[in-house]
């Protein structure tokens, strides 16, 4: 360590056999190397890894462990909450079998920049006034590289978040499961949008398709209701 003689207390100052001990064990162990290292594995949380990111996540309270909605496709009629594909949605007969229960999960555990990106959005939640511009800014920080999300308030104590994207299972898990994106006090979640505005009918403000260019959002385009 630097200085290390000025830890010494005034009566051992002078003692040989102390002195000499501290010397020796000082040019035999450097400290600092520990003490960047644990900065940059724990204390940083830009750069942290592994236990440093899961005492991260105890600190701003989100965990590493995600529970995803497995896809599993079910018997049912074109009317349905969602929009059928090959292979998730609603199906015709001989192609799924009944809806038995609610849909089972997964627990999946986030890598470190996965994690790291939750965190941040945790403690950005966590000192969040809950205002519209902030909470755009939390759902930008955590989905802005997969295209465009934005809240919109619908009144009457009620808010809705859309996509403009396809949201992934775990996407979808972040926002409804890990508690990391906050609310304003008193206010219901009411839907969730998923919406590709190069064909649905709506303003030119919001990037929507003219008459006769575009269809109306239909109740595939929900994916949750509280």
């Known amino acids: 360590m630097n200085n290390y003689r000025d830890t010494f207390l005034a ?12 010397q020796y064990f000082n040019e035999s162990i450097d400290p600092s190397v520990d003490i960047d290292a644990f900065y940059d594995v724990v204390w940083n949380v830009a750069t942290a890894q592994g236990f440093g990111l899961d005492i991260w996540g105890k600190i701003v309270n989100v965990s590493r462990l995600l529970q995803v909605d497995q896809a599993v496709t ?69 989905f802005g590289s997969k295209g465009r999300c934005y809240v919109q308030d619908t009144g009457g104590m009620g808010m809705r978040f859309v996509f403009e994207f396809d949201l992934s299972a775990v996407d979808a898990a972040i926002i409804l499961r890990s508690g990391a994106i906050a609310r304003p006090a008193g206010v219901a979640l009411s839907i969730i949008l998923q919406l590709d505005p190069s064909t649905t009918f709506g303003f030119a403000e919001a990037g929507g398709q003219p008459f006769d260019q575009g269809v109306f959002l239909g109740e595939g385009g929900v994916i949750y209701a509280s």
Do not use: H
């Not at 009566?11 to 501290?22: E, F, K, M, V, W």
């Open 74 to 142: 079910y018997f049912g009629f074109d009317e349905a909450f969602t929009e059928a594909t090959a292979s998730t949605g609603v199906q015709p007969f001989d192609q799924a079998p009944f809806y038995d229960g609610p849909l089972p999960t997964q627990t999946y555990e986030l890598s470190d920049e996965a994690y790291r990106q939750l965190i941040l959005l945790k403690a950005m939640s966590n000192i969040s006034d809950c205002t519209a511009p902030s909470m755009n800014r939390m759902l930008r920080f955590i």
């Open 11 to 22: 009566q051992y100052a002078n003692s040989p056999t102390i002195t000499g001990l501290l």
